[in-house]
């Protein structure tokens, strides 16, 4: 082969990444081998090569190439709520989700029952399934997990922590869809609370609180908890992670009490052997919206219960005094969750992604020319339609554009073409919009942000034009561009 495969990786948050742990633990085999990279999602689409990688590995279901690529998804934890297919309020069309898994190649899996109850929700093949373990769990054996939760918040250091750690209600990609019937007045959803009684109780046994709410609900959430900021009671953030550049799974280690709902938090948990506590206050409302995967509840959830502070400081009470309180039920749990109980998953899953490419090495061969043929054959068409454009030949252009876009998709070179057919066509509005829109998708394309300035400058909106034209200079490299554009900006200034 002319160069080496590129795998894609996605990365939607901090908050237990399976693709950050395949990285941080990037075997050096795989390094020489293959070109990775680690995208976050919000910023994939802004890299030119994304589109061309031979190997897409996800964690959310965030991209899986239909065009003859190696598709790769890891998931996000071990299911026990119903999810997709098994969503009693799921809207997607079942169609929808068919597809997605058929296009996927190797789905990572923690064991056979997990590959029972994802097939059950997303209708894939056995085949499909690797029982690897999952790469964000290698992270919870780590030595450093202490040091790491101090760094971030100085206040536990020598302190025992409990960590908070509810399921998702409300999304914010779906807000209309709410689970269960949680009230909002306090992070437990209990009736009655008192912050202050349980800060105290919290200082007199030297117990730090960490609470961490789910990504989706941190916007809808944290302002309704600011009054929290008690003694003993902290947040634990996705902005704190980002700020030291650090996965949940790396400080998780230092928790030596977990408290949930019904997040799947806990199963990965069961690694440690240490107690749990569930605070299901809406349990029934949680079945009939949502739904379980896995029922009895109570048997598939190897803690105490707690319904109100009453029980929940009862519950740590008895944990402080007997540790080993429900570890026959975590351990009857941990090999039907577990068939691995180290910390080599990432070794594991990188193994089989390497194993999968050797076998098909002919055919991914094959795809990788097919592809570099293809966007040399759409640069091509690209430039026959500026041609076109530069002859003034706009109709021409316009369904050369749309026969382009039935086979590919719409780069940043798109969206220029699009906006100079605007221009040409004396739609200096529309050709604006198109470029802010291009912008939108595209925020660090250089060209886009020069073309929407001289746009501008063309509709005579001038102190518009300038501050484009001087945000293109802070992202260009082209000596004789950036010169130019400081003559431009002189002369418009003027």
Same mark, same amino acid.
């Given at each position: ?20 742990? #395949?990285? %941080? ?6 390094? $020489?081998? &293959? ?6 999602? @919000?910023? =994939? ?71 029972? #109850?994802? %097939? ?6 056995? $085949?499909? &399934? ?6 964000? @769990?290698? =992270? ?355």
């Amino acid at each position: 082969m002319n160069e080496r495969l590129k795998i894609a990786m996605l990365m939607s948050s901090y908050s237990g990444s399976n693709t950050l742990a #395949l990285q %941080n633990n990037l075997p050096k085999y795989i390094e $020489e081998k &293959y070109e990775v990279i680690l995208h976050e999602l @919000n910023s =994939a689409h802004e890299h030119a090569d994304f589109y061309h990688s031979d190997v897409y590995i996800n964690t959310h279901g965030e991209y899986a190439s239909s065009q003859n690529k190696v598709n790769i998804e890891l998931w996000h934890g071990f299911p026990l709520k119903g999810m997709a297919l098994m969503d009693r309020e799921e809207k997607t069309d079942p169609a929808q989700i068919f597809d997605y898994w058929s296009d996927i190649n190797m789905i990572a899996s923690y064991s056979p029952l997990y590959n029972t #109850l994802m %097939n059950a929700c997303n209708g894939a093949r056995i $085949e499909q &399934y690797q029982i690897t373990g999952m790469p964000r @769990n290698d =992270a919870l054996f780590s030595n450093d997990s202490q040091t790491l939760l101090s760094t971030m918040i100085p206040e536990v250091k020598g302190k025992r922590v409990i960590f908070f750690m509810p399921t998702f209600r409300k999304s914010v990609v779906t807000p209309e869809k709410i689970d269960g019937k949680k009230t909002t007045s306090n992070v437990f959803g209990f009736e009655d609370f008192d912050p202050e009684q349980f800060a105290e109780f919290l200082s007199k046994h030297n117990l730090a609180f960490v609470v961490k709410l789910h990504p989706f609900e941190e916007s809808y959430f944290l302002e309704s908890f600011s009054d929290w900021n008690a003694q003993h009671i902290y947040f634990l953030t996705n902005d704190l992670l980002i700020k030291h550049q650090k996965d949940l799974y790396e400080v998780i280690g230092a928790a030596d009490f977990l408290i949930t709902d019904y997040s799947s938090i806990y199963f990965d948990y069961l690694l440690l052997d240490r107690p749990i506590i569930f605070t299901p206050i809406d349990l029934e409302e949680y079945r009939k919206t949502r739904g379980f995967l896995l029922e009895p509840y109570d048997y598939w959830t190897p803690g105490p219960k707690a319904f109100n502070q009453e029980q929940l400081v009862s519950y740590i009470t008895t944990y402080l005094e007997q540790p080993d309180w429900y570890s026959n039920e975590r351990k009857t749990l941990l090999p039907l969750i577990h068939t691995y109980t180290d910390n080599r998953s990432s070794e594991r899953v990188w193994r089989a992604v390497d194993k999968h490419i050797t076998e098909n090495i002919e055919k991914i061969s094959k795809q990788q020319q097919a592809t570099i043929e293809n966007k040399q054959l759409q640069e091509q068409v690209k430039q026959s339609i500026y041609t076109m454009l530069e002859q003034g030949e706009i109709m021409p252009a316009e369904e050369a554009l749309q026969q382009y876009l039935q086979t590919a998709k719409a780069d940043a070179d798109i969206f220029s073409i699009k906006s100079m057919i605007h221009l040409l066509a004396g739609e200096v509005k529309d050709a604006i919009a198109t470029l802010e829109k291009g912008i939108e998708f595209f925020p660090s394309n250089a060209d886009l942000v020069y073309n929407l300035a001289y746009m501008h400058e063309n509709d005579q909106n001038i102190p518009i034009a300038i501050s484009y034209y001087q945000h293109f200079l802070l992202m260009s490299d082209d000596v004789e561009l950036i010169q130019s554009t400081q003559h431009k900006i002189k002369e418009l200034s003027q």
